[in-house]
């Protein structure tokens, strides 16, 4: 999946439609399938669960997250490798 | 709801006058009718709720929240997830 | 009050020569009549009271207020409801 | 003294020649002459005093305070009103 | 490798394709190949491990990281020189 | 001094070669002669001394400082006033 | 080495290919020989050695290190001036 990015943005519209990990400066995580980005890492994901320890805290659904706030985001979710 | 969008604002343009769920950096949690937005993130609620504990801490009405603060807007609101 | 918003600066403007709540990232709050407001968010108020636990902490009066330490400004004051 | 108020800065610009009240985000406080000040809220003061508790901690004399740890500057110091 | 590094960038090219380690402003490491990174230096590692006190906490493989949380990279990983 | 002030920078173009006292945003004092100064208020000094207590902590000798952790600039050093 | 400095990177210009000291925001502290900067303070060091109490805590060879967490960078390392 790697080959074929030659920016970072390439990794997100790669990761479209697809579940990814996205985690936050405050401590937060939040597992949903990205929907959408643009060039300030805003992002929507859809079926958004937020994350505690590896375990589900709550749903939230559709949510628009402001890009500002994210430390990474990885396609490949709960410390499992996927390539 | 996430067939039409193309763009992250999509989904704040979307959720006009429906009820979000807003999330700031400083762990104030806000429920209120999206009244308005711009590129920034600012947002307009109107019947805004301040949240704590999931219980309404204070009704603070018509509101402007400034976006370099805020985490996360979701339409789904209270910890259910709705499509 | 909220049908002739279509952005969020609309709001301050619709507030002017009104009193307006005012939070800050550092937890201050203030309560005063919003004369000035540019697209920074920066404000002036006058008769500016700066509130603890909803409780006048101190009068100072004329105020420049920065944009980029406000959270949320509010034309309905002291945790009443005003449509 | 509001009455001719039409932008944030104009206070600023009333504000020449007289004593203001700068609080800063790490919580100083400085009274001090508004000798200068430009766009970034980027101030000079002179005759400063840095507070605390109300009470002179030390004199600094002329100085350059940088615009993004300001809070707010009132022309109004040390806790009283004045119109 | 010094040689040929005229301006900071020139180094991340230079470590296309090679192991880095990443410090993160919160205190995250991570260790990956790099794959692209942008002038926020916003960067795509692959097989990223997370780190803690020199032992691999989780694989999260391939994963955006938000150049603004960024402390440095450095080609040499785990504490050793390698020219 | 103050009376050949315009803008702020001209406090900092009067002080060139002359001894300034700086207050960063982590706590740390330095006192140093001003050599150059940029728009940014990124800083060069000269003989620069980090100070703890009033007390010479460690000699710096030539250093920049970064514009955006600083907090006041005063050319009047040590908690004296000089006019 | 003061008296050719107009600007403030004019010291980083002259200490190219020199060994520097830089201080981070977070309290890290690296020593080594300063190969590139930007205009953003994006620095490259060779021989890096991230510092801890005035002793080396481990060599991190060739590093980017982002501007954004620079609060100073000297030529003159470790407590000593040098002129």
Redesign the interface.
Known sequence: ??NN????????NNSKNKEV?VH???G?Q?VG?L????IH????L???KEMQNNEIK???????????????????SF?????
């Open positions: 999946m790697a990015i030659e920016r970072p943005l390439d990794l997100l990990l936050l400066k405050g937060n939040f399938i929907v959408a980005f643009d890492i805003n992002l929507v859809d079926n958004t709550r749903n939230i659904g559709l949510t628009f997250l402001r890009g500002d706030t994210i430390i990474f985001i990885s396609p490949a410390s499992s490798k996927k390539e």
